[in-house]
């Protein structure tokens, strides 16, 4: 592992477009700046979910608080408080080195050591965490945040098969070589945002049944910061759905039930139409911009479009969208801003691609969910996300401090302040 290097960072003279960054970040700062914490890079799995994103997922109110209904979530703010669950993605050791055995101790494995906060609430031996559905030997799209870019690898772990949930795990409980590793995989989404993921294909642990812990690793080839997740999983053919015990985000029903109220025969699915045009192309790649319509008589609350590429070429980078394409075939959904569309609206996003561009408006099929249907499964690409409402996670403590006031304040003061250049 390569020492951390530090680069120096050149001083720009503030103007307003800077300022109001500023001002939209300084509660971040808070958290940085009061706790001591790093927050150079970020980020957790989000399918198969960790205990800590799936917890924050599944335990917030209305006003931002959190309030578990799941007993292990519960349990976990009970022993560590609030700021592991706004901090999810921070489950780290800054002098890691990709070490593990020896030195993160056993029983600890799910807090990471508790390096930079306190979430050895979610180390706790418990059978009821929330988990993902999954298929032993089935290939699996992983995806894991991007709350900050960096380079390095993602090795993954699964448990053995004596591995029992309701005893401390330990690192003699994991099999001994990863199922999968990655290096540098490719990502999409706003950096810093609950949609930017860094993603890729694997293929599942076969011979598997049962309940299991996925543990990652992620390991920077830029500084010895390391990150450490669990993911509590069962192997039973399932897909992705996720599960709460004690909450009301269950497994979608089966979908070839003829009662199933989410059978492709109900209402609950929406017309919508989809049109793309090119913006800009290049030697090898191409901008572009789809619209999206709907063209029914009902309001949507999602949609998603999809088509195929050319041949060699492949989407790298979404905005106003979320990337859930698989092989040659492109798909984007909706984010939790633009998903609503009222009858006869429209909402556009822009992608980059590799390859030839398309000609004329292309070819683009449309799928919408109307306005009260029940939403798409949860672990299918569905993660909770602010977009222009961004929400930035800040430690309690840093709600009603002075100095966040003050620096609050000044910066307001600042962009109303005509700046000269």
């Not at 700062?29 to 800590?52: E, K, Y």
């Not at 890691?96 to 390096?115: E, M």
């Not at 209402?267 to 319509?293: D, H, I, L, R």
């Not at 672990?379 to 620096?407: I, K, W, Y």
Request: aromatic share 8%.
């Amino acid at each position: 592992m390569s020492p951390m290097r530090h680069r120096a960072i050149p001083r720009k003279r503030l103007k307003k477009p800077a300022l109001l960054t500023l001002l939209a970040v300084l509660p971040a700062l808070c958290m940085v700046m009061l706790t001591g914490g790093n927050a150079a890079a970020h980020g957790a799995p989000m399918d198969p979910g960790s205990r800590t994103f799936l917890c924050w997922k599944h335990s917030q109110t209305q006003s931002g608080q959190m309030d578990p209904t799941n007993p292990a979530c519960r349990a976990a703010l009970n022993q560590s408080g609030a700021n592991g669950f706004y901090n999810w993605f921070a489950v780290l050791q800054s002098n890691g080195s990709g070490r593990t055995a020896g030195f993160i101790p056993d029983g600890q494995l799910c807090s990471g050591g508790s390096g930079a906060y306190d979430f050895s609430g979610f180390d706790q031996a418990r059978d009821d965490w929330p988990y993902t559905h999954l298929t032993a030997g089935a290939q699996m799209r992983f995806t894991y945040n991007v709350w900050a870019h960096h380079p390095g690898e993602f090795r993954l772990y699964v448990t053995k098969d004596s591995y029992d949930p309701t005893r401390p795990l330990r690192w003699s409980d994991l099999e001994d070589q990863p199922f999968h590793s990655v290096v540098d995989p490719p990502w999409t989404g706003s950096v810093g945002t609950v949609e930017a993921e860094y993603f890729w294909t694997a293929t599942l642990p076969s011979n598997k049944s049962g309940k299991h812990i996925i543990y990652m690793v992620w390991d920077r080839s830029d500084s010895p910061e390391t990150f450490y997740s669990c993911s509590d999983v069962v192997f039973d053919g399932g897909n992705g759905e996720v599960t709460v015990p004690g909450g009301t985000n269950q497994p979608p029903p089966d979908p070839t039930d003829p009662t199933d109220p989410t059978d492709p025969t109900d209402p609950g699915n929406g017309e919508c139409s989809a049109t793309t045009s090119v913006v800009n192309t290049w030697a090898g790649g191409y901008q572009g911009e789809v619209t999206v319509t709907n063209t029914g008589d009902s309001a949507l609350r999602g949609w998603s479009a999809s088509w195929a590429t050319s041949a060699g070429g492949s989407l790298q980078q979404v905005w106003n969208g979320v990337d859930t394409s698989s092989g040659d075939r492109v798909s984007v959904r909706n984010t939790d801003w633009n998903g609503s569309l009222a009858a006869g609206s429209s909402t556009t996003f822009g992608y980059i691609a590799s390859g030839d561009a398309p000609t004329g408006s292309g070819s683009v099929s449309c799928d919408g969910t109307v306005a009260g249907a029940s939403a798409a499964p949860v672990g299918q690409a569905v993660h909770a996300s602010s977009g222009h409402d961004h929400h930035v996670p800040v430690h309690e403590e840093c709600a009603d401090q002075p100095l966040l006031t003050r620096m609050m304040d000044n910066a307001r003061s600042l962009v109303a302040t005509p700046v000269a250049g």
